[in-house]
């Protein structure tokens, strides 16, 4: 049978935030899977923060999404033919589809998912990527122990709410920060030991009060402001996994100076702090059976909450993408691309 | 017997570069030994760039040196009188006696040297807290192994030195830099595989043709420029062991900008780097044990060279010691302060 994907092209590359004349709607005719192969209808498109940096060409990490490309994303989706003794039609999978109704993939890069066992969205947030980073970062990097302060920002996103709660979990005592009353709402709900609103005033000053032992381990996922404002409060010896810098993601040039550079690095040398960049991928080998025992029973159990943000409809996919590098999200974002 | 000792005091708080008015001469009698002490004749004075760091009152993981007090520094020193079992009169030891010709010290915080296993200045030095420096923040910090390239500045002075010499005996290719023709030919006697002058021309440039393969561990014991050109020569997973920022110690006010601290954390995630501050006696329980004995047997066994840079009068110690922050010495400064 042939079908007909409608896609997200990128179209040109973003100067600062993504504007919608930077995506192009597209259709095209799927292609028929090949030996190994499966041909995916998508059911959800996970959207992230990293996205934003392969929409651009600046050297990272992993190589950008060329223009003219699909953009790229997991995705829930299902099985509609499968050239591949592992997979057949009608199993729910994991995969790495983009923003396209349907996808032809290998089938080895697939991982099954079974319905019953947790909600299959929960596979693209607090069980799929965002939750292994949060559990990875946390415990590999910053190496959080009881008694401990831990603080991590954007905390009601998939990540950040995966940081406080684990770390809680953990015996430390967590500070999360997020932006306005009703993220702070439920950033209590989830037990977090202190919840500020970085919209409200002094930061500074309201992270005296929340962490008047000073802070040992900093997840760091935002930077900007937030950043600028936990420096101060770093014990010595204080880990900071820098997993993600979404304040600074969309900016086209260096702020303004001073340069504060020098001024970071004696931080890093008085206090003897540990700075740490990361990407998941690193820890998948040693960790990621770890984490899908240990997340999948707290989640189960309840130990665990999230919290997702779904819009149906592909065709909104750029403007809620636009709206969560602004934080406008509230939870993991998902696009319900057919239900 | 009662002695008089000559001592430089700290006068006043230097803005900037230390100046002679910030040093005061005094002469003070030497107070008896009560039980547990013992009364020292200064040998030989350490100077090190941590003083500068004393003489302000910032924030730091040590306390200032207070205005009017005798200046810090380690010393090796002769026993006069000693009212503890552990040590008797005529013994050299290494203490913590500070700018000046005598001192009454505890007996617990003296380490008693033997002339005959290596040269007693050696404990200032290449065996002693900048030797330790290099050792315990290169391999626990740094993690060198075979094949990769290992990057130190201020190169012939004796953190840097040890740092380039152990990483070669590690497997490592070895990157060392330093100011003036006479100290990069010193950086080839030593056996780096590269020696740059800092002074000559574009760093950037040279640390490409010098580590065609990147830059795994930066031991960073300078800032300012040359870590500026480092960054960009950097590895994926690279290690960088913050010891010091001898290049910012005099600094007045922030650089003009713009901020870097943002590009910084940028590379730091994009190269999943590890930016570690540290001070030595973190790893003094852990390691000053292994280091006594490895690095004992690598100077006896002529693996490891050192270079004292030795000036005679305690009356010198200020000069020599604001030329040393300038890049002055030329191995490890040690002032001469009785034969």
């Not at 409608?6 to 597209?26: C, I, M, T, V």
């Not at 953990?170 to 609103?197: H, N, W």
């Not at 403007?319 to 974002?333: I, R």
Request: glycine share 12%.
């Amino acid at each position: 049978m042939s079908y007909t994907s409608q896609q997200w092209r990128l179209q040109s590359r973003p100067h600062g935030a993504p504007k919608p004349e930077n995506f192009l709607w597209d259709e095209q005719s799927v292609r028929e899977p090949r030996d190994g192969e499966v041909l995916l209808r998508t059911r959800y498109l996970s959207l992230d923060p990293y996205m934003r940096g392969r929409m651009s060409d600046a050297e990272s990490y992993a190589k950008p999404v060329e223009v003219g490309d699909v953009m790229v994303g997991a995705t829930v989706s299902e099985v509609l033919e499968s050239r591949s003794p592992d997979f057949e039609p009608g199993q729910t999978v994991l995969g790495y589809g983009g923003w396209q109704t349907f996808s032809t993939e290998r089938a080895s890069t697939l991982r099954a998912l079974d319905p019953d066992e947790a909600p299959v969205t929960t596979a693209l947030g607090v069980l799929g990527m965002p939750g292994f980073t949060a559990y990875a970062g946390l415990l590999a990097i910053g190496n959080p122990q009881p008694g401990e302060t831990v603080a991590v920002a954007a905390a009601t996103g998939p990540v950040g709410s995966a940081v406080g709660q684990i770390a809680k979990l953990k015996g430390c005592r967590t500070v999360g920060i997020a932006g306005g009353p009703e993220k702070v709402a439920y950033l209590e709900e989830l037990g977090f030991d202190a919840a500020l609103d970085h919209r409200s005033g002094d930061l500074v000053e309201q992270l005296r009060s929340a962490a008047p032992g000073g802070i040992d381990v900093y997840f760091e996922n935002v930077g900007g402001a937030v950043f600028e404002a936990i420096l101060p409060r770093l014990n010595t010896f204080a880990r900071v996994p820098v997993c993600g810098l979404a304040a600074s993601y969309n900016a086209t040039e260096l702020p303004e100076g001073p340069d504060r550079a020098p001024a970071l690095m004696g931080l890093v040398l008085r206090k003897s702090l540990t700075l740490r960049g990361f990407i998941q991928n690193e820890f998948v080998p040693t960790m990621f059976e770890d984490f899908l025992r240990d997340m999948g029973a707290w989640v189960r159990e309840g130990k665990i909450q999230y919290r997702e943000d779904i819009t149906a409809g592909l065709d909104r996919a750029p403007e809620v993408f636009t709206s969560m590098l602004d934080g406008g999200n509230f939870g993991k974002t998902i696009i319900e691309v057919s239900g």
